[in-house]
């Protein structure tokens, strides 16, 4: 039975109480997470839709949902029964959520919204679209905890400490670091809502959501005060005493804003991006407030030594752990009994055998035939396709490691294939390379560079609707800030240390999907007298399937690439690996 539509009328119910024409739910939670501990997957609860991204807008006739090119399918298929509309968003003419609100509510309307879960920013654009036409936006309270019954609690898993043998520096150094950064905003202090962020400033990790290592909570950090809101019985005794030791005073997590509303007569700097606009309402009348893109983000994107060493160890876990997948996928296809779940259950498996795994760093996306052309398709062993020696297969999977996060896609041929799905394959791969082999003066945003992954496609009339490159946490978010290779425009430059994923892709909807993505490191290439230039480090180290390249469309440059490439996951993988696998992996790497 689908009770969707009883919830929708549950919150008509409280909006109807409030004397609310609308409410506005943002789909995320108090942090900005994209991955959501269950307690705030209210998206999910009132919709039925399991992406990770979407906005749902209820009035009292209708209901819609707001997302990307990543879940139109997805969403479409979820959405049956329940009454609610699917918008597109992100593709030309489409209509936003608060401009909808315009068309469809009357002069004088109310809109509700929780003010924790919509950014600063966030809840100015909204309000100015409804103010254009006299719709009020009305702060109100969680309306969800007077709807969902058993409404799950904040999880209470243990907080536990990342080493500097891993963090590369203290948390007195990063302090130090955060408060250098805060002197050109005369600021006292930055607040810290995102919980990468907490984590990283202050060297812990957690696992109160699926495949991020955060834990829940808020921090205060300036140069005379270090203040960390968590649930108190989350930190062991030897901690507490650590942290307490470096002057970090612990307040329980419900504080937060009562704290936020005591303090008077300071400078907070907060990023109006993922700050939620519940913080600014706190600290707007007594204080000053800054804003700009939180300085943590960039300090945590440009990873140090220690860091960048421990990715590449975590790729040669990664690669080994691919390399007996591959094995295994090989030596298991003819014999039938393989599923799209059954391989993202195996993937999992393989990592875990890894030293100093901790789990997956998203759910692994599995998609053959037609299943890989939905972008971030999520199946379950009972909705997943059988797997067959034909056609292509599409997996997107990633792991968790002390030294660092991981995620890789690979599309590999399992049989016989077609001309046409070559030619797509070699048009991705193409792509990939360019934006690999990229040089770019200093200062170069990501949008500069995201046409080298286009080019082949776009040369053949051919695109794809998502990113190129998200920024990868180390040992933390999959996709982490402030910087991104994309076509929409990001101030921030691409600078030396950070992280990114590299991978275009193609899909040919009810056909197949076809995506080759790696990891790569922002590094100095050269100084001459027209400035510096940077480029990029491959750091994933796993085959790439040449069995699909259509090798006359590849350049001698683009075929000395992944030569050497090849080269490179032999020479470093082969050491790490089982002796029976040895042959293999040179099968896997021969040059072309």
């Known amino acids: 039975m689908n009770e969707i539509p009883s919830r929708i009328e549950a919150l008509r119910f409280e909006m109807l109480n409030l004397n609310l024409d609308a409410c506005y739910i943002s789909g995320t939670d108090p942090h900005a997470n994209e991955y959501l501990p269950k307690r705030w997957q209210t998206r999910e609860f009132i919709s039925g839709f399991t992406g990770s991204y979407g ?7 209708e209901a819609g949902l707001w997302t990307d090119t990543r879940y139109f399918l997805q969403a479409e298929e979820q959405l049956k ?3 609610i509309k699917m918008y597109k968003l992100r593709v030309p003419n489409s209509i936003a959520p608060d401009v909808w609100l315009t068309n469809k509510l009357s002069e004088g309307s109310k809109v509700g919204i929780d003010a924790q879960t919509i950014s600063i920013s966030g809840f100015r654009n909204l309000k100015n679209t409804l103010n254009e036409k006299d719709i009020e936006l009305v702060q109100t309270n969680d309306l969800f905890n007077k709807i969902w019954r058993g409404r799950p609690e904040i999880p209470e898993n243990k907080v536990f400490e990342l080493g500097i043998e891993f963090a590369g520096f203290s948390r007195v150094e990063k302090k130090n670091q955060i408060t250098d950064a805060l002197k050109k905003y005369g600021a006292d202090s930055h607040i810290v809502t995102t919980l990468d962020e907490l984590a990283w400033t202050f060297n812990l990790r957690g696992s109160d959501i699926d495949y991020n290592p955060v834990f829940t909570g808020f921090g205060v950090v300036g140069k005379n005060e270090s203040v ?5 019985n989350k930190i062991s005794p030897d901690l507490k005493v650590k942290l307490e030791k470096e002057k970090i005073v612990l307040l329980n997590y419900n504080q937060f804003y009562s704290w936020l509303k005591s303090v008077k007569n300071k400078t907070f700097f907060v990023d109006p991006s993922s700050a939620n606009y519940a913080v600014f309402e706190a600290l707007k009348n007594k204080n000053n407030v800054v804003e700009g893109t ?5 300090l945590k994107a440009r990873k140090n030594n220690t860091e960048l060493a421990g990715f590449k160890q975590a790729m040669k876990k990664d690669g080994v752990a691919l390399i007996e997948f591959l094995f295994w996928l090989k030596n298991n296809l003819a014999k039938g009994n393989i599923t799209e779940y059954l391989i993202g259950r195996k993937l999992a498996e393989f990592r875990s055998k890894q030293e100093g795994n901790r789990g997956e760093s998203f759910p692994p996306i599995v998609g053959y035939k037609s299943h890989g052309a939905i972008v971030h398709l999520s199946v379950d062993a009972k909705n997943a396709f059988p797997i067959e020696p034909e056609g292509i297969l599409l997996f997107d999977s990633g792991g968790q490691y002390l030294e660092g996060t991981t995620d890789i896609t690979r599309t590999v041929a399992l049989g016989k294939i077609s001309d046409q799905q070559k030619n797509d394959y070699t048009l991705v791969l193409k792509g990939m390379i360019a934006l690999s082999k990229a040089k770019f003066p200093k200062g170069t945003l990501g949008c500069h560079v995201d046409i080298l992954a286009r080019k082949p496609l776009w040369e053949n ?9 998200h920024g990868v946490g180390h040992f933390l978010n999959v996709h982490e800030g402030p910087v991104s290779i994309r076509q929409e425009y990001n101030k921030n430059a691409i600078e030396t240390g950070m992280v990114f994923s590299n991978e275009p ?11 080759t993505e790696n990891m790569m490191v922002c590094v100095e290439k050269e100084e001459t007298g027209f400035g510096e230039f940077l480029g990029f480090e491959t750091l994933t180290l796993c085959p790439i399937d040449t069995s699909l390249i259509n090798i006359e469309l590849l350049t001698p440059e683009e075929k000395s690439w992944l030569n050497n490439y ?4 032999n020479d470093e993988l082969k050491p790490l690996l089982k002796k029976e696998l040895h042959e293999f992996l040179d099968m896997l790497t021969m040059p072309i």
């Open 461 to 469: 009339g051919l695109n794809y609707g998502h990113g190129t490159g």
């Open 55 to 61: 906005v749902i807008v209820i009035t009292n006739e």
């Open 294 to 298: 939180s300085e943590i983000s960039f």
């Open 81 to 83: 029964g329940t009454g």
């Open 228 to 232: 960390l809101f968590v649930d108190k």
């Open 505 to 515: 892709a193609l899909y040919r909807e009810g056909e197949y999907g076809i995506r």
């Open 566 to 569: 090849h080269k490179k996951v």
